[in-house]
């Protein structure tokens, strides 16, 4: 289900608002095609697999999301410490496509210095803009469901409007999926309340005609969620990161039960609970 790639070059560092140890590099993948130009993430074991299965979920799902890679970086770099460590001393990062489009925070120049009025006149702009996506309630369903407690500016690619009219949006960074990077089998509660953070930081700027276009959203994704195999998914992950049968059960049983609940919890982080 995942390629590998390995990298090709040297591991560039790279800052721009990300919290995690990341880099740029070429890596040629397992798939065949010419090097591709990678961000490559340094992760401990959940992080991993957080973001590999919300990979294979919102590729099943349609939702842009990078080309993702499970990338083999030689043993002897001193650059990598936190990804899981192979027999031979190699170690694994995850590999995403770069696509080229900047993330919302770099878009707007906002930070945690931005004033609460710079801030309103900035997303005031902006999410209209993001909300012309029509994908937009499918992102809200999806963080709901899978209890991604961290979307914040920086985890949405956005690369403006095309001269089509389209939206240029890709959703990355899942790293804090399955309600944090930490998470222990008692953590995943099917019915549980999560933080969505588009809820802070978009729907203040969300007119009701965008909320109502964003439920509209919610009867297709609770189809094609409920078609995703996802217990083979899950397996598949858990025995490449050698999770325990409580921690795989546990995923498993969170996202089959959870899709229940995604409907009225979006109208929740949507604020919109008695409109019709």
């Known amino acids: 289900m995942i390629n590998f790639a390995t990298i090709a070059g040297e591991l560039l560092p790279f800052r721009h608002g990300n919290v995690n140890q990341t880099f740029k590099a070429l890596v040629a993948t397992s798939d065949g095609r010419v090097p591709v130009a990678a961000i490559i993430k340094d992760l401990p074991v959940k992080e991993l697999f957080n973001e590999l299965i919300s990979f294979l979920i919102l590729k099943d799902l349609g939702l842009p999301v990078p080309d993702t890679y499970l990338g083999l970086v030689p043993a002897g770099n001193r650059q990598i410490s936190k990804g899981p460590l192979l027999p031979d001393g190699a170690r694994l990062v995850l590999a995403s496509k770069d696509v080229g489009s900047p993330n919302l925070k770099f878009v707007t120049n906002l ?47 956005f690369g403006g409007t095309k001269p089509d009219g389209s939206v240029d949006v890709w959703v990355i960074d899942h790293g804090q999926a399955l309600t944090s990077e930490m998470w222990q089998p008692n953590d995943l ?51 490449m990161f050698g999770l325990d049968d409580a921690s795989k059960n546990a995923v498993t049983n969170f996202l089959e039960l959870r899709l229940a609940e995604v409907s009225g919890q979006c109208r929740t982080a949507l604020m919109v609970e008695t409109m019709i």
């Open 189 to 239: 509660i099917p019915e549980g309340s999560y933080m969505n953070k588009l809820q802070i930081w978009a729907v203040p700027f969300l007119t009701d005609d965008n909320k109502s276009t964003c439920l509209g959203s919610l009867q297709l994704f609770e189809i094609k969620a409920h078609a995703l195999d996802k217990r083979s998914k899950v397996e598949y992950l858990s025995k």
């Open 111 to 157: 930070s945690d210095l931005s004033s609460e009025a710079e801030a309103k006149a900035c997303l005031s702009r902006f999410v209209p803009e993001l909300a012309k996506w029509g994908k937009f309630g499918e992102m809200y369903a999806f963080d709901t469901w899978v209890a991604n407690v961290d979307r914040n500016l920086g985890n949405v690619l």
